[in-house]
């Protein structure tokens, strides 16, 4: 089962968050039928939302997105408060290594654009700031904007680490975050750790990555586990969703895929599952 620990330093100026999103990213994959680049990218963007959402109270959702203008295309990821998280990528399709290394290549295929960040507190007026693609990697991305937007000095480091078959084999990462009781003295020792720190890859995969991610955080400093949450993805569609999209629809489109198209297929763009809409169905809404 996946997971977030949330941390704390003893001194109360720094926190940190560490995850475990194999089996989100690994499903994300299934469901969309995703290829190495599209996946990493993919499960990039899963990962970051889900420490986003981390950081919200109450009832809230997290909706990222990350707009490129290349291979990609865009990547769509909803969270919640609850752990859930769904998200889909444009072109899932895009499989390209670098041919000396094989590694996944995924920044000079976002291209340039935007990381946007949408926080809907549930009160009818949602939250929403924007930055633009630093490197395309998606972990650096995210972390310019908690700079920038948030205005909370961050360090981030994500990814998503794929076997032979290119399936998902681990992905996970860590946010560590500045807060006000801080010293420059404390400042310069995390920095310098952090510096220091072996590559994300390399304590992805670790025996144990969750300890491996808050030995390289803390080194020798206390800290405390504030908490240890599960995550998973999970996509909220439904019938009944769907129907009262169809609703909305005038009903002459409505009456024309019922003559026309004798029913109507929906497919979830998160989850790709499909939903069947019959004549009767179609004929049940124009009536209504």
């Given at each position: 089962m996946d997971k977030l620990i949330k941390s704390i330093s003893e001194s109360g100026a720094f926190r940190a968050y560490v995850l475990d999103s194999t089996e989100t990213v690994s499903l994300a994959q299934k469901k969309h039928n995703s290829l190495s680049s599209s996946t990493v990218a993919l499960g990039r963007t899963l990962i970051a939302n889900q420490m986003l959402v981390a950081n919200q109270k109450g009832d809230s959702k997290v909706t990222v997105k990350v707009i490129g203008n290349s291979s990609l295309g865009h990547i769509i990821s909803v969270a919640d408060t609850d752990g859930h998280v769904k998200g889909y990528i444009q072109n899932s399709g895009v499989d390209i290594k670098r041919t000396a290394t094989g590694e996944v290549l995924v920044g000079p295929l976002m291209g340039d654009g935007h990381f946007v960040v949408i926080v809907d507190y549930g009160t009818g007026t949602p939250y929403t700031s924007t930055t633009p693609l630093i490197t395309g990697e998606i972990g650096e991305d995210f972390a310019y904007y908690l700079t920038e937007s948030e205005q909370t000095p961050s360090a981030v480091g994500l990814n998503v680490l794929l076997d032979e078959k290119d399936k998902v084999k681990v992905a996970g990462g860590f946010m560590l975050q500045v807060l006000p009781e801080a010293s420059e003295e404390e400042i310069a020792r995390y920095e310098q750790r952090i510096q220091n720190m072996p590559a994300i890859s390399t304590?992805?995969?670790?025996?144990?990555?969750?300890?491996?991610?808050?030995?390289?955080?803390?080194?020798?400093?206390?800290?405390?586990?504030?908490?240890?949450?599960?995550?998973?993805?999970?996509?909220?569609?439904?019938?009944?969703?769907?129907?009262?999209?169809?609703?909305?629809?005038?009903?002459?489109?409505?009456?024309?895929?019922?003559?026309?198209?004798?029913?109507?297929?929906?497919?979830?763009?998160?989850?790709?599952?499909?939903?069947?809409?019959?004549?009767?169905?179609?004929?049940?809404?124009?009536?209504?």
């Open positions: 304590l992805l995969e670790s025996d144990d990555h969750i300890n491996a991610l808050l030995s390289a955080i803390y080194g020798e400093e206390p800290y405390k586990i504030l908490s240890e949450e599960t995550l998973s993805f999970a996509c909220d569609c439904s019938q009944e969703r769907f129907e009262a999209a169809l609703q909305t629809l005038d009903k002459t489109e409505l009456k024309t895929m019922k003559d026309e198209d004798h029913g109507a297929e929906i497919i979830c763009q998160f989850c790709g599952t499909k939903y069947t809409f019959t004549e009767a169905d179609l004929e049940a809404l124009i009536n209504d």
